[in-house]
């Protein structure tokens, strides 16, 4: 069992940006593709970005340019870095694992999950 551990949200103004981390409890983390979903109330979870172990990645457009995605294997740690924050992103972030090498952006398909960090952000 693969335990996933969040930090780094909280409130910032628009504009604004946050780094968040997670650390996984698995050397085999490496070889998993890792996501960030987040889900805003009365929302579906959506996938934020993800990064695969080959070094492939994928961003919903609403953050594309604006976030990035990035592992330390050596740390058993992804990253996001996300900037020039809108309160449209406002939502508690997840982290997940999926123990493949293929990207996918449904959530049902990621095998861990970490407990989630709320990010606010204020107008």
């Known amino acids: 069992q693969v335990q996933l551990v969040e930090s780094g949200g909280g409130l910032v103004q628009t504009g604004g940006s946050l780094r968040f981390s997670c650390a996984a409890s698995?050397?085999?983390?490496?070889?998993?593709?890792m996501g960030w979903f987040r889900q805003a109330p009365g929302k579906e979870r959506e996938l934020v970005a993800a990064l695969s172990w080959s070094g492939n990645t994928w961003y919903a457009d609403s953050v594309k340019g604006r976030s990035t995605i990035s592992r330390d294997n050596a740390k058993n740690t992804v990253y996001l870095q996300m900037i020039s924050l809108k309160p449209e992103d406002t939502a508690v972030y997840y982290c997940?694992?999926?123990?493949?090498?293929?990207?996918?952006?449904?959530?049902?398909?990621?095998?861990?999950w970490g407990q989630g960090t709320q990010v606010t952000v204020s107008s």
């Open positions: 698995e050397r085999a983390f490496s070889k998993y593709v």
């Open positions: 997940a694992a999926r123990r493949s090498t293929v990207i996918v952006t449904t959530p049902a398909l990621y095998d861990y």
